[in-house]
């Protein structure tokens, strides 16, 4: 590998409706290049590169016979046992969860949550090298709190043994864990711009589409530049790792 590698962060994206969307703009100094695994195009951990997203979608972590699920849960697992800076998103951190023996509850009981949340960070966030940019050590706990955008009914119930648990809102605890030194789970969608939101809320009865506008409305220039410095750290995090690799 030679120091001019730019270093490619591979997108599995589960569902048609769900792309990386703003995160493309932010992913500063890496290359994305996107696997569509609703498809069925096949992925190895030997073809992910340097990094590895994982996105959300509308089916559930253990529908292992809709296109893609097993084979991202397989993913996943490699991924991390690889060393590989990995972030699963919604979805995507459920998979992470299962895969590294977590538990996912289905429509779990709290009911679905949508909208904007206020993620509350725990001090073990303060250190985290993905989410510990986003924090002010100065700020007291109670108020380290981040708006963000959210739209899922099932939800992690067990994270894996020895996970971190960085955050948690008001109706659901893990809103964001670590899994080893480099693998994220983010309940919440920090790549989500608000047409998209706008289009998954439309997707759910369940849903008041106009309250999830207003307040994506009032909430997302603070949205934008957290989501922006998330992804930016997380492209550092590859880019690091990938630095250290040349070293070697």
Known sequence: MSPAHTPVVTVVQLDAGVPLDRFADWLDGVETRTVHAYRGEPLTVDEVGDGLIVLGGQMSALDVDVPGIAATRTLLAEAV???????????????????QGGRVHVAAP???????????????????????????????EERRTTPMPSMH?????????????LAHSRQY??????????????????????ATLHAWAQLHADVD???????????????????ALLARTFAGVVRERTQDAVLV
């Open 81 to 99: 046992a690889a060393g590989v800076p990995t972030l699963g998103i919604c979805l995507g951190a459920q998979l992470l969860a299962v895969a």
């Open 110 to 140: 709290p009911g679905r949550e949508a909208g904007v949340i206020e993620v509350h960070w725990r001090p073990e966030a303060l250190t985290d090298a993905l989410v510990g940019p986003l924090l002010d050590p100065g700020t007291p």
């Open 153 to 165: 009914a099932d939800a992690v119930v067990d994270l894996p043994r020895g996970a971190v648990w």
């Open 173 to 194: 605890p893990y809103q964001a864990f670590r899994v080893g030194p480099s693998a994220w789970g983010l309940q919440f969608h920090p790549e989500a711009s608000p």
């Open 209 to 227: 589409t106009a309250a999830v506008d207003e307040a994506v409305q009032r909430h997302d220039r603070s949205i934008a530049a957290h989501g």
